[in-house]
């Protein structure tokens, strides 16, 4: 399969620990998008990779939440002393093409539950 | 504050008949909007896109419609099926954008 995959699917945790979450692009893809989805809600725009280089974030993206691209390949999202309200579905997606005018491909997923 | 929206949170139709989802934005700098279909536990998948420059783009029984000067786009699905149940989700972009806005979804329950 040669899709966008997202490690692991489901994490459980309690309040103030941290969690990493990976994702593994589509090989040729040099976009990166993570995203935050709530019950009810589309995808909210976390932040955005291209290549390695991390080039924007969103507000929502509190000092709590970091995210790297350290080889321009797979991504890991990490988010310390974790709160209730980061419980939430974290997608990635990866595309190639330009800008705002290319089709994301998503990943399954990573749904977080913080106790 | 919503750029992206999708006013109706369900539809319910028949096998065979006509869906129609409509999404609405308002931001003017927007020239590219997609479809994506999620089903429960997995993530979204794209369906179908149109660029600014088209008022129309059609994929087998998916087309999509944009209506510029209202701000509005609309997915047809003809005939529908019970496989097309699903949420469905518009997303817009811009080119010199970074970033997608996604309206908050309709779920599509067609019935056999």
């Known amino acids: 399969d040669t899709g966008v995959s997202q490690d692991p699917r489901h994490k459980i945790t309690k309040r103030g620990q941290n969690v990493t979450f990976r994702c593994d692009p589509i090989s040729e893809h040099n976009r990166l998008y993570w995203y935050r989805q709530t019950l009810g809600q589309g995808p909210e725009f976390l932040t955005y990779?291209?290549?390695?280089?991390?080039?924007?974030k969103s507000r929502l993206l509190s000092d709590r939440f970091s995210a790297e691209r350290p080889k321009g390949s797979f991504s890991t999202l990490e988010i310390q002393r974790t709160e209730q309200g980061d419980s939430a579905m974290y997608l990635c997606?990866?595309?190639?093409?330009?800008?705002?005018?290319?089709?994301?491909?998503f990943g399954p997923g990573t749904r977080l539950l913080v106790l | 504050d919503q750029q992206v929206k999708q006013n109706s949170p369900s539809l319910s139709v028949q096998e065979g008949r006509i869906s129609i989802l409509n999404c609405d934005y308002t931001n003017s700098m927007f020239d590219y909007f997609l479809w994506y279909k999620k089903y429960p536990a997995e993530g979204p998948t794209f369906l179908i896109s149109?660029?600014?420059?088209?008022d129309k783009n059609e994929d087998g029984r998916f087309t999509v419609f944009l209506n510029k000067s209202a701000k509005h786009l609309s997915l047809h699905i003809v005939p529908s099926q019970p496989g097309d149940s699903a949420v469905y989700f518009c997303?817009?972009?811009?080119?010199?954008?970074?970033?997608?806005?996604f309206g908050s979804g309709t779920k599509l329950n067609v019935k056999p």
């Open positions: 997606a990866s595309s190639s093409g330009l800008a705002g005018g290319e089709t994301q491909y």
């Open positions: 997303a817009a972009s811009a080119y010199s954008f970074n970033k997608f806005y």
């Open positions: 990779f291209q290549n390695e280089a991390q080039l924007e």
């Open positions: 149109i660029s600014s420059i088209k």
